[in-house]
């Protein structure tokens, strides 16, 4: 399995997963990009799991401060 297949599917797993609990999010959210970034480092890193990323993303994005948009 490819990183870069890897990465996409957890990045998608995540940001739909977030999406669908916080309705008041856009799809076009800045913070997607700052999952992605996240994820990008989590998989440097050696978690080559897809689920394990979409996990690592969730909590990463549930930390984030609440945008104020």
């Known amino acids: 399995m490819?990183?870069?297949?890897?990465?996409?599917?957890a990045l998608?797993?995540?940001w739909a997963l977030y999406l669908?609990?916080?309705?008041?999010?856009?799809?076009a959210d800045a913070r997607r990009c700052l999952l992605e970034r996240?994820?990008?480092?989590s998989l440097q890193a050696q978690q080559?799991?897809?689920?394990?990323?979409a996990r690592s993303g969730l909590t990463y994005l549930e930390r984030l401060p609440p945008d104020d948009d």
């Open 20 to 27: 669908s609990m916080h309705d008041d999010v856009d799809p």
């Open 38 to 41: 996240h994820l990008q480092r």
């Open 48 to 53: 080559s799991d897809t689920d394990e990323l």
């Open 2 to 9: 490819s990183e870069d297949g890897t990465l996409r599917r």
């Open 12 to 14: 998608d797993t995540a």
